[in-house]
């Protein structure tokens, strides 16, 4: 299987240019099932979880169960079923200093991972972390502050009082992008 940890960074780093990311694009989701689909079912399953055991198998194991579902099943909900999954490795990850080993460009999928997360703690966390790289990634910062946003306004009994939320000028910004 460290062939595929190795093919998941090497596609979603080296050979697809950013950009890519944020786009809405039939074919490039296609691919991403097409090459990824079989992996992500076996992660499900529990038979990825001992990638989490280094830093890259850990990195590619939050982009399989956290990003690729997004692409390979956009606009359904099984494109939450390794959110998780994808939370726990992401905390993980920070709990061993993983993402300090690579660069903000990279490090930012270990704390995206912790935004579709169900609790607070998560959010939180991937608030925090996010803010430490602002500077370099504006706009995971400002699409962190507004998922715990968004997660404070749907969840009333979550105290989110003293959390510095995006302003509103912000928060259009991240929605035009």
Known sequence: MQNTVQSILKFW??????????MVNPAFDFEIKERFALAYDLAL?????????TPDGALAFVLLT??????????DYKAF?????????????????????????KRKF???AMLHSDHEKDLSRAVQAC??????????????????????????????????NAPDKELAFVDKN
């Open 131 to 164: 803010a430490a790289i602002k500077d370099i990634e504006p706009v995971t910062y400002l699409r962190a502050q507004k998922a715990f946003t968004v997660f404070c306004a749907a969840d009333s009994s979550v105290l989110c009082a003293g959390l510095n």
């Open 66 to 75: 956290g990003v690729f579902p997004h692409y390979m099943y956009r606009g």
């Open 13 to 22: 780093f080296d050979e697809i240019h950013p950009k890519q990311w944020d």
């Open 110 to 112: 270990f704390y995206t």
């Open 81 to 105: 079923d390794g959110a998780v999954k994808a939370a726990i490795a992401g905390n993980s990850a920070l709990d061993k200093g993983y993402d300090q080993i690579f660069k903000a460009s």
């Open 45 to 53: 399953q529990g038979l990825c979880d001992e990638w989490q055991s």
